[in-house]
C-alpha cells in the first residue's frame, strides 16, 4: 500500500499508492502565486512613491500609481477572492480529485482482471484531468501575463524617460 499523503484543501488523508493525484494542489498553488503576484505589484507602487517623496513629480506619481493600483486590486478581485474563501472560510473542493480517489480504492480490488480495469480507467482519466488543469493553468498565467504586461508599460512610463534613461527620484544625486 501507498504512503498516505495529505491533500490540503480536504484536510484529510489520501491513500494513493496507484498515480499521483496532485490535483488539489494545482488550484491551490496557482491561486496563492496569483495572490503573492497582486501584493507584489502593490508593494512595488507603495515603494516608489515613498521613494519619490519631495520629488516635483510626486503628484503625477501618485495619480498614476492610484490607478494602477485599482487596475490591479479590480483585475484581481475575483481570484485574490477565491484564494482568501478557500484559506479562511471553506475547503476548495475538487470533485475530479475525490472521484480519481475512489476510482483508485477500486484498483485495490483482489481480482486481477477488474484491478487491471479499473487501472487503465484511472490511467485515462488521470490523463484527462491533468490535460484539463494544465489548460486551468495556462490560462490564467496567460491572463495573468496580460495583467504584469498592461501594469509595466504605465509603470514605466513613471520611472524612463521617453529616451529610456530611468528618472531617479529627485533626491538622489548621480
Not at 512595488?44 to 503625477?60: S, T
Not at 487503465?120 to 489548460?135: G, P, V
Amino acid at each position: 500500500m501507498g504512503r498516505p499523503t495529505l491533500c490540503r484543501e480536504r484536510k484529510g488523508w489520501a491513500t494513493q499508492d496507484y498515480g499521483s493525484v496532485k490535483g488539489c494542489a494545482t488550484r491551490q498553488a496557482f491561486l496563492n502565486e496569483f495572490y503573492i503576484l497582486q501584493q507584489r505589484l502593490l508593494r512595488l507602487l507603495a515603494f516608489i512613491e515613498r521613494n519619490h517623496r519631495g520629488d516635483a513629480r510626486l503628484d503625477h506619481i501618485k495619480d498614476v500609481a492610484l490607478v494602477l493600483r485599482n487596475f490591479v486590486t479590480e483585475s484581481m478581485k475575483k481570484g485574490v477572492a477565491i484564494r482568501g474563501r478557500h484559506v479562511h472560510e471553506w475547503r476548495l473542493s475538487d470533485n475530479d480529485h475525490d472521484r480519481l480517489i475512489g476510482i483508485s480504492l477500486y484498483t485495490k480490488m483482489p481480482h486481477g482482471g477488474i484491478q487491471r480495469a479499473f487501472k487503465a480507467y484511472y490511467d485515462s482519466e488521470y490523463k484527462k484531468i491533468r490535460r484539463s488543469r494544465r489548460e486551468w493553468v495556462a490560462s490564467g498565467i496567460g491572463v495573468s501575463q496580460e495583467l504584469v504586461d498592461a501594469y509595466f508599460d504605465e509603470l514605466f512610463k513613471l520611472v524612463v524617460d521617453g529616451k529610456g534613461t530611468l528618472m531617479y527620484p529627485s533626491r538622489l544625486k548621480f
